[in-house]
Nanobody, 127 residues
């Protein structure tokens, strides 16, 4: 089992920045992909950025390319999501996820392929 705890969500104005943090604990050696997903009210959960645990070729949603970046601190078992140039449409609950992906890493973009989830941290962007 892997436990994920997110933090850093907040309410900011459009154009601002936020950094979300995710701390992983438990059997973290059992996963090879981690990432961030989000779910806005009335919408399906969608991938934001995912990466293997060696940070090789992260996968980005088109809507966040050039604005969001993912980073890992393997020693501390932490994953970060740096969000810049925030837009009102970025408003959502943001979830940290981890999984064991065999085959193409692009599968990590599918929520159903991730095995562990945090409870989420809310992000609200006002115009």
């Amino acid at each position: 089992q892997v436990r994920l705890v997110e933090s850093g969500g907040d309410s900011v104005q459009a154009g601002g920045s936020l950094r979300l943090n995710c701390t992983a604990s438990g059997n973290t050696d059992s996963v090879n992909y981690m990432g961030w997903f989000r779910q806005a009210p009335g919408k399906e959960r969608e991938a934001v950025i995912t990466t293997n645990t060696f940070m090789v070729s992260p996968y980005y949603a088109d809507s966040v390319k050039g604005r969001f970046t993912i980073s890992l601190d393997r020693d501390k078992n932490m994953v970060f999501l740096q969000m810049n140039s925030l837009k009102p449409e970025d408003t959502a609950m943001y979830y940290c996820a981890a999984g064991l992906i065999n085959g193409s890493g692009s599968a990590s973009l599918m929520p159903a392929r991730m095995n562990y989830w945090g409870k989420g941290t809310p992000v609200t962007i006002s115009s």
